[in-house]
Every structure is written in structure tokens, then in C-alpha cells.
């Protein structure tokens, strides 16, 4: 998503050039050029899928948009085997139209994942809750924190569901370094991602993420405060960032590596 | 500030007209109109004045600025005691520039409220420490949630530090119900302040607070939450909104009190 104006050849290409391990794939452009081709493509080229975006939006309160909600979710889990992934990382969703029930709406996560979980651990894949940044709540993802998120996934075995630690939506959280030594310790930590904190935010606020580096989130500290956890894994930088998209996306690219070589260790 | 288009006395004036008991004022306009001269407008209409905004900025790491942002904390905590109010509210400050560290920051509000508290007891002023959304953490103010709120109150008397509890801030978060209910029970709920949460949110999301009853947040239960620690206090309703602003302030004055009558109770 970091580099979405490439298409998905160049992207593994520049990808195995720059000696990217590992790349985080998103549905949409998985699905137009195919799922099969896709999965041969990174294949091909040497380059392990360290997730794939996503599923989720579990939020649903009537029955037509609950079983719509399971059935997407079960292609999800589906297409996240076929490109030989572990994880899938899930959006949870926002409040229903009309609803103020914050507690109602996690409720109802908590019950769809009861469904999804034993799906994804029979095909091999880690169902990874992602807690969206506060600012969101309302319209896209009512799980806020990594303690909300911990306490959805217990119920379950780590090995079908954990979290995802995305530094952009729990910087400020001074809960959240706890929250990761908790999820570390108990094999949650099912996706690491990257992103700064740069403001002014943009009208929607859902494209402002900022380059490594250019903001307010110590990069550093949080690679180390996962690893101590004993974590090992594919770091993830995930930015959507109209300026960044509007540039050219192999630039964007090496800037990125640049960024992380620099940045994060 | 939620309908600053109106003049000071026209804004007393509408406010008695409607029967709006108290006023929660604003440093700029106060000064504009002159301190003395705004105390006795207010007075002689018969309102009170519920708060005034606003003090804080505490997060300087150098002496000038720490220096100069307690002048300025001194002096608002005057101009509230000849406002005749009781309550300062103080939005803490973000990260100083190129600054990461949040936990340092939080401190030095810490030790910037040892110097204020005496100083704002002494004059029958209570400090109000405002926990802004998250998304305001990295440049207005690093102090996010009520609980951390609190926890820089705590070593003061309630009489000295207290906190607010601005619903369009607080709403998201799941540890709020217990931090009021904690708040509560020591006398440390200082302002209590409504706004709803609407969205798309603004280009720099600072002027999109929505009107009582447009949004996500449950006025009525969050009421009842203050309300049942014991307290009773004015409600204030704080919409910072362009879209509000706007139109015409008697109008926007007028809807307010309707919403606040037909959402709140």
C-alpha cells in the first residue's frame, strides 16, 4: 500500500532488487491480476507475503451483514493460504448507522472471530486484529488499543488469532508498551508495522501517514521494545500518504529502504 | 467558543435570554473586551462564568519557554480569579519541536503544575487538566486519556487539580467510565464538557466538533456517568466547528440549547 502505483510486477521486482525480503499484500490488486498469478509471482521472485490486507469490518448488527461479514472473511483466509502467508490482518469496523454502543459493536467482533478462528488455523492462517488509532473508532475500527485487542483474541488459541503492532495507531498510548511485552510473551505479536506520526492531519485524516522518520513516533525504540519481547519477524512499513502516492513509486520505494535502514535500526 | 462569531455582550445576552445559567469564557475575547469590564458584563446579567480557557503549554523542555509559559499560567489564573470563576482549564501542550519523547513531556507538566497549584489555591482557582483525543498527542497536547489526567492531579489537592471530561475527547475509550467514576469520588471532576463526534473529520481535524446529538457519542449516558459520582456542576458544550461559525451565532446559540435540552436530559 506504501507504493500502490505500482503495479504488482514492478513492485516485486524493485522489491527483490532492493533486497526486500518480504512484501504485505492487499486484496484488491491481488484479486486484478489474480490470485494464483500473484502467488507465483512473489513466489517466483524469491519474496516471502508478510501478510495480507484484509479482513474484518466484524461489526455488523443484523444477520444479512453478519453472514456477508463471515463469508468475506472466509475468502480472505482462503486467498491469504493461496499466497502462502500466515497472516491476515483484520479491520474490525466502525459503528453500525445509527449506533452510539461501542461495547456492543466489540461484542459482536468477538463473536465473529469464534467463527472465523478455527477456519483460519485449519488453512494456516493467523487471524491479526489490528487496533486502529482513536481517531477512527466511530467509522472504521471501534478496537482503539492493544489491550482491546489482546483481550478479543484470548479466547483463542495464538496460533489462529493475535494483534497487530502498528506504530501509527498506538504511539501515544503509554498502556501500549505493556501491552506488547503481554503480547510478545503469549505469541500475539502476528504483524509489526511501520508508520510515522506527521501532522496536520489531512480532511479524513486516513491518508496522512507520515514517511519513517518525519514525525513523532521513535522508530528505534519501538523495533526494540517488540524484539525484546523476543519477536522475530517481517517489519512492516505501511504508508498511505497522498503525497507519497503522487510521486513515482520506485522512488518512493528506495526512499522507503533508505528510511528503515536508517531509521528503525 | 461555540459560537465566537458573537461579541461578548451579545453573547451574555442571548445566554440569559435563554436562560443559560453560566458561560465558560475565553482568555482572547476577555482581554479584547477588557477583564474588569467582562466580569461585570457577566455579572450584571446574571451569569455565572463556568470556566475559562485556557492555561497550560507546560511541555517546554528549555528555561525560556518554561519560564515564560508560567508567567502566562499566573496570569490566566488571575484574570480567572477577577472572572470570578473557579475553574482554569488547561490544555498541556504537544511534544516540543524534534522532540519523541512523551513520557519526559508528561513529566515536566508534572513539575510546571507544582509551581501553579499554590499559586492557583491561593486565589480559589482550580487547575482543570483537559486530556485531549490522541490525535492531538503529538502538537497540543500530550496528555490523552483521563487516567493519565489523574495520575499528574493526584499528588495535589482537589482543591488545587482536578481534570475535564470532554466527551468528543474521552468517548472512544473503554478505561473513561472508571476514570470518572474515580475522579468522582475525589472531588476532582473540575469541568465537564460535551461535544459530538462526527465525521469525515477536517483538514487538521481541529474544527469538526459536531453539534449535540449529529454524532457517535451517547450524551445522555455520559451525563449520567458524571452524574452519578455525585457531581453537579454546569455542563458546558464546547463545539469547535466552521461550519457552525459560520452561520449566525443566535441561531447556532439557540439550536444549542434546543440539543442540549432533547439530547442531554
Known amino acids: 500500500m506504501t507504493v500502490k502505483q505500482l503495479e504488482l510486477p514492478a513492485l516485486v521486482d524493485h522489491c527483490a532488487r532492493l533486497g526486500i525480503p518480504a512484501v504485505g499484500l492487499w486484496r484488491e490488486p491481488v484479486a486484478a491480476y489474480g490470485l494464483e498469478a500473484a502467488a507465483k509471482l512473489v ?3 524469491g519474496l516471502a507475503v508478510s501478510s495480507l490486507c484484509r479482513g474484518g469490518f466484524l461489526t455488523a448488527a443484523d444477520d444479512e451483514g453478519r453472514t456477508r461479514a463471515l463469508a468475506d ?14 497472516t491476515l490482518v483484520l479491520v474490525s469496523g466502525g459503528l453500525p448507522a445509527g449506533s452510539r454502543d461501542l461495547v456492543a459493536a466489540r461484542a459482536r467482533i468477538g ?39 489482546l483481550e478479543l483474541a484470548a479466547p483463542f488459541p495464538a496460533s489462529q488469532v493475535g494483534v497487530v503492532v502498528d506504530t501509527y495507531h498506538v504511539w501515544w498510548d503509554d498502556h501500549a508498551p505493556a501491552a506488547v511485552a503481554r503480547a510478545g ?15 496536520p492531519l489531512p480532511e479524513g485524516v486516513l491518508n496522512g501517514r507520515g514517511q519513517i522518520g518525519d ?47 536508517s531509521e528503525v535500526f
Open 43 to 45: 513466489r517466483d521472485a
Open 111 to 149: 463473536e465473529a472471530l469464534a467463527e472465523l478462528a478455527p477456519y483460519a488455523g485449519e488453512r494456516g492462517v493467523r487471524l491479526a486484529i489490528e487496533p486502529l488509532h482513536p481517531m477512527f473508532a466511530s467509522d472504521r475500527c471501534v478496537v482503539s488499543t492493544l489491550d482491546q485487542a
Open 73 to 86: 472473511n472466509r475468502a480472505a483466509i482462503d486467498e491469504a493460504a493461496a499466497l502462502g502467508t500466515d
Open 215 to 261: 514525525g513523532a513516533v521513535d522508530m528505534r525504540a519501538w523495533r526494540e521494545r517488540v524484539e525484546a519481547t523476543g519477536w522475530t519477524g517481517f517489519i512492516e512499513v505501511e504508508l498511505f500518504n497522498d503525497g507519497l502516492w503522487a510521486r513515482d513509486g520506485v522512488e518512493v520505494l528506495e526512499e522507503t529502504a533508505r528510511r528503515f535502514a
Open 185 to 199: 510473551a503469549t505469541d500475539r505479536i502476528h504483524s509489526f508495522q511501520l508508520a510515522d506520526w506527521t501532522t
